[in-house]
């Protein structure tokens, strides 16, 4: 997906969320970007609550990439959302086209028709999600824009902004993504990986070196667009690795960990594309630190994320699955005992088009605006 902008190539969404200056005394810009984008004219300091017959004044919201997976998500989360109302819609090969035309699912959501970037009229929205291709809006996840070329195959668009973005894996930056004006939303694999090496890398449980991670994705992650390798024959009855070594998630990854550590880290890292419409596991191999044990790890994991509500460790000795995310913004995780001494493996699961993307954009979007985190949020998973 490009930015939530959207996924480009079995990634995940990145966007931002912009909150312009306005009039308002103590206003703050601010924009959070997801691979999936948002932006917003409304001052951080509004009260959601209007006087006027106690009425939900709602902020209005545009959706860069609507006929897309990630915008098709979006607007799915947003639906019953209390605080949001779209207002706007775009998609240049769809223009013209109701929701309901281009993704049946949402027929009964009163929207309206999607126009072409050409034609939007940004002056009714508080808040926009870019879910567009990559290449179509500029990724600000990575904060070094030299390592940008170099993965991306092309030079940053927008540097100034870049200086400001704030990288938005809830959890972990919570307080920035509050005060920020630019939020880069993380991709799939990333959220996946860093949601449990991140807090262990921090305590100083698991050594930085030899980390090997073999991760597998749904095929919604390569986005919607017609490609031959997508085809139902190219991807049916198997799995393949692609982006071996060159995955653009890989700097993200090695971003946040070293972040984390306070040194450079290298992961081994690759990505296989499964025959099933979405959810995605990460299966991580790490080495502990001297006198570090499974429990350690797993009491760590579980003192951070106690009070979470879309974070959890699960019983000692459960699988995660990625069926039982699917459809929802949680993140299943666990800690196993290797076979080789001193060695563990943590495996993490998320459904790729939501905590992997719209749904942590979501996340994101209601923090910075002041609105419960979780709200929009907390339908359960889809099962079976």
């Known amino acids: 997906m490009g930015s939530l902008a959207f996924l480009h190539s079995i990634s995940s969404t990145q966007g931002c969320f912009i909150k312009y200056k306005d009039e308002v005394k103590n206003s703050t810009v601010k924009k959070l970007c997801v691979r999936a984008s948002v932006a917003t004219s409304v001052p951080h300091n509004l009260q959601v609550e209007e006087n006027k017959g106690n009425k939900l004044e709602k902020f209005r919201i545009g959706v860069l990439g609507a006929s897309g997976y990630t915008g098709s998500e979006i607007i799915r989360l947003l639906a019953n959302h209390p605080n949001y109302q779209i207002t706007l819609m775009t998609a240049d090969r769809k223009a013209g086209q109701s929701i309901g035309s281009v993704f049946p699912h949402l027929v009964k959501q009163d929207l309206p028709d999607m126009v072409a970037v050409k034609d939007a009229d940004f002056s009714n929205v508080d808040a926009v999600f870019c879910c567009l291709p990559h290449g179509t809006t500029q990724d600000f996840r990575l904060r070094d824009v030299n390592e940008y070329e170099e993965w991306y195959g092309q030079p940053h668009k927008a540097l100034e902004l870049q200086k400001e973005a704030v990288y938005g894996l809830t959890e972990i930056s919570r307080p920035e993504i509050e005060s920020a004006r630019l939020v880069a939303n993380p991709g799939c694999y990333p959220t996946s ?192």
Do not use: W
């Not at 429990?295 to 003192?303: M, S, V």
């Open 193 to 384: 990986i860093q949601l449990p090496l991140v807090p262990l890398i921090k305590a100083n449980l698991i050594r930085v070196e030899n980390i090997i991670i073999d991760a597998k994705s749904g095929v919604s992650g390569a986005g919607r667009g017609a490609k031959e390798a997508n085809l139902y024959t190219e991807i049916a009855e198997g799995m393949h690795s692609y982006g071996v070594t060159r995955h653009r998630h890989v700097p993200e990854i090695e971003q946040g960990l070293s972040e984390a550590a306070k040194s450079k880290v290298t992961v081994s890292f690759t990505p296989h594309l499964m025959p099933m419409s979405r959810g995605m596991q990460s299966t991580i191999y790490v080495e502990m630190a001297s006198g570090a044990s499974v429990e350690d790890l797993r009491q760590h994991l579980r003192h951070v994320y106690e009070n979470e509500e879309f974070v959890v460790l699960l019983e000692d000795g459960q699988v995660p699955h990625s069926r039982h995310v699917r459809g929802s913004n949680y993140c299943l995780m666990n800690v196993f005992a290797d076979r080789i001494p001193g060695r563990a493996i943590i495996i993490s699961v998320i459904d790729n088009l939501v905590k992997g993307a719209s749904g942590q954009a979501l996340q994101n979007l209601n923090l910075m605006m002041g609105i419960a985190e979780d709200t929009g949020l907390l339908s359960p998973p889809l099962f079976p």
